[in-house]
């Protein structure tokens, strides 16, 4: 079994910034040739993917948070990390990460912006 856990979440004014980190235990010994995506879920919407970043280091975003979000990974401490900047009321919702396409889902941890 693999474990990803989520933390980092909190309640924000918008503007201000936030950082959420994905770490995987369990049964992964080779977790830098993985692919891991951060997805959100805002209350009432389908779950929407938000940023991923491949083994190699090539990432990708979704276009309502281009030039806002980061992110990275430490395949030592085989974490992932969600940079959360200038952050808007819109991005509210709860923050999962996944190993790509796979079954491997964390709990999720809720951000919130206020306006």
């Known amino acids: 079994q693999v474990q990803l856990v989520e933390s980092g979440g909190g309640l924000v004014q918008a503007g201000e910034s936030l950082r959420l980190s994905c770490v995987a235990s369990g049964r992964i010994a080779s977790f830098s040739i993985y692919g891991m995506d951060w997805y959100r879920q805002a209350p009432g919407k389908q779950r929407e993917l938000v940023a991923g970043i491949t083994s190699g280091g090539s990432t990708n975003f979704a276009d309502s948070v281009k030039g806002r979000f980061t992110i990275s990974r430490d395949n030592a401490k085989k974490t992932v990390y969600l940079q959360m900047n200038n952050m808007k009321p819109e991005d509210t919702a709860v923050f999962y990460c996944?190993?790509?396409?796979?079954?491997?889902w964390g709990q999720g941890t809720q951000v919130t912006v206020s306006s």
């Open positions: 996944n190993i790509r396409r796979s079954i491997y």
